[in-house]
Structures are given as structure tokens and as C-alpha cells.
């Protein structure tokens, strides 16, 4: 992602599938600063546990931003356990209220297994059609590639890792460095 503050900042694409009652969320580790390199293995997927309950979590945008909502994310699901929707709305709303969360700058993509979410700055939650969501640099590009890979016998990692590889070799913004979670409710 790039803004006034940080022109030329790139960031990550981060990818999430649901398929065969499984989700898997991949994301690549480059970040870039115009048409530099400044890390190739940064990793913008996370596995969290509010309440002892599993939660994959990948952001794009600034790392310090999205760490900041992941630990909102965590406290409202301690709030409201095994209640990601709950949770993620709640996170919205503060996001897009609360003076200081007003100026982060991220994206999230968040699953429980069950569940596949995208929540933005915007105040938006959204359940992606099709079972695939991507945000980032490159999220147009894999979210394409995935959709195309939905109805093949790919299983949910392969259709993640392939659509990855598709989408680094299109957006000079992102990687082949993956990191990849998944989990099953």
C-alpha cells in the first residue's frame, strides 16, 4: 500500500481460500519502496489463539497498523469468544470511529476455519463471494488467478500457492516468498 505520508511504500498481497472445509490464507513477504526491495521474507500471516480458539489472520499495509488491530481483533474475540463475525464488526466500528484507529493503514483477512472475512478501515466486513478473498499489492491479480482455480480438484493450499505464484509473476509488488496457515473448523 502506498499513501501521501509514504509515497512509493508497496506492501504485501495476502491471499485467503475456503475449500474442502478448509481455509488457508498465504501471503507473500515482499515490501518495496519504489522500485526497491527493502525485505523479501517479511511475514504478514498470523496465527492467533484469543481464548484458546484458533485464528488466521493476514494483513497488507503497514505492519505496525495491523499489529495494532490484530491486537483489538484478539481482545474482542476474548470478549466474544468463537464470535469472529461478532468480533470483526465490532473491530469495524472501532476502526472507523475511534479517532486514532481512523488513521491506520491496513487490511485484514481473518478466518476461524469456518468463516473467511475482510475487514478494511472503510468500517466494512466482508464474506467474499466465491470463497476466495485477497487484498494487497497483487490481490487483484491472485484473487483472478484463485477464482479461475476454484473448480478444479485443487485443494484449498495448492489453489492459494498457485494463485500466489501467478499473481508474483504479474505484480512486481509481490513475492514467491510465501507463508502460509490452515486451519479447518
Not at 474442502?20 to 504478514?44: H, Y
Not at 469468544?81 to 491496513?106: H, I, S, T
Amino acid at each position: 500500500m502506498a499513501d501521501e505520508k509514504f509515497p512509493g511504500w508497496h506492501g504485501t498481497t495476502i491471499i485467503g481460500v475456503r475449500k474442502g472445509g478448509e481455509v488457508v490464507v498465504a501471503g507473500d513477504g515482499q515490501v518495496s519502496l519504489g522500485q526497491t526491495v527493502i525485505k523479501g521474507t517479511a511475514r504478514k500471516v498470523r496465527r492467533l489463539s484469543p481464548g484458546g480458539r484458533d485464528v488466521v489472520a493476514g494483513f497488507a499495509g503497514s505492519t505496525a497498523d495491523a499489529f495494532t488491530l490484530l491486537e483489538r481483533l484478539e481482545k474482542k474475540l476474548e470478549s466474544a469468544p468463537g464470535q469472529l463475525a461478532r468480533a470483526c464488526v465490532e473491530l469495524a466500528k472501532d476502526w472507523r470511529m475511534d479517532k486514532y484507529l481512523r488513521n491506520l493503514e491496513a487490511m485484514l483477512i481473518v478466518t476461524d476455519g469456518a468463516d473467511l472475512f475482510v475487514i478494511t478501515g472503510a468500517g466494512d466486513v466482508l464474506e467474499p463471494e466465491h470463497d476466495v478473498a485477497a487484498i494487497g499489492s497483487g490481490g487483484n491479480y491472485a484473487l483472478a488467478a484463485a477464482r479461475a482455480l476454484m473448480d478444479t480438484d485443487l485443494e484449498a493450499e495448492e489453489v492459494a500457492r498457485k494463485a500466489m505464484a501467478i499473481a508474483a509473476d504479474i505484480c512486481v509488488y509481490t513475492n514467491g516468498n510465501l507463508t502460509v496457515e490452515r486451519i479447518s473448523k
